[in-house]
């Protein structure tokens, strides 16, 4: 069964080291690999990656994809108290179907 | 409106009862999505509703779940004698357009956190 698998599950840092988030899936079709970041409750996107090699960046978060090793990674440079959530990955199939598959997420916490 | 809204943010029920949880999507948004969030997993999909088209049902872990969405937006997930395991948060998401060939951005809701006693 196609999945993803996120590393860390968790991590702990303090306020300015850089950290970097893994995610490796497995699939049969891909169409694109999605980052959210779960504060609370509710996911908040952060970006789409639907090509090899380019990077997506906002801010002191970037993320790039690789197509042909399968996996993503989500980097935080000087990270702030602010950046502690849960940050979750998550692929489209690219099927008619709407549905996005997830990771379990990689909890990331930051002390001043 | 300015974003999804998700009715009741907490609930708590016994074992055995029904539960109805609400979603109103962004306007004009399409596609509505409920996912379940179980504590340390990720976002596991229910159910999918496109449009004017028959809901994609494949994610509904039994036929104590069910859901509708009335006029093509507001919607309701309705779970039947609930059990102790059903207890998670729901998260609704919709977004705009599912055009072929192309992944539309999900945005989510606050969610309901269930609990089931």
């Known amino acids: 069964e196609d999945k993803v698998v996120q590393s860390p599950l968790s991590l702990v840092v303090h306020e300015g080291d850089t950290v970097t988030l893994n995610c490796s899936y497995e699939?049969?079709?891909?169409?694109?690999l999605l980052w959210y970041k779960q504060e609370k409750k509710a996911p908040t996107f952060l970006f789409m990656l639907t090509s090899s090699g380019i990077e997506k960046k906002s801010g002191r978060l970037s993320s790039i994809l690789d197509k042909k090793e399968l996996f993503s990674i989500l980097n935080i440079t000087a990270t702030q108290t602010g950046d502690s959530a849960i940050y979750l990955c998550a692929y489209d199939r690219g099927s008619t179907l709407g549905r996005l598959y997830f990771g379990r997420g990689t909890q990331l916490t930051v002390w001043p | 409106g300015a974003g999804v809204s998700q009715s009741p943010s907490n609930k708590v029920t016994e074992k055995g009862k029904d539960v109805e949880l609400r979603c109103d999507p962004i306007?004009?948004?399409?596609?509505l999505y409920w996912y379940r969030q179980s504590l340390g997993q990720g976002l596991e999909f229910l159910i999918y509703f496109q449009g004017n088209s028959a809901p994609d049902k494949s994610g509904l872990p039994s036929d104590r779940f069910s859901a509708e969405r009335t006029g093509g937006s507001v919607s309701t997930l309705t779970i039947q004698r609930t059990q102790q395991e059903d207890s998670a948060v729901y998260l609704c998401a919709s977004s705009l357009l599912r055009l072929a060939g192309l992944t539309d951005t999900q945005y989510f809701g606050p969610g309901t956190r269930l609990t089931v006693l």
């Open positions: 699939v049969t079709n891909f169409r694109s």
């Open positions: 306007s004009g948004h399409t596609a």
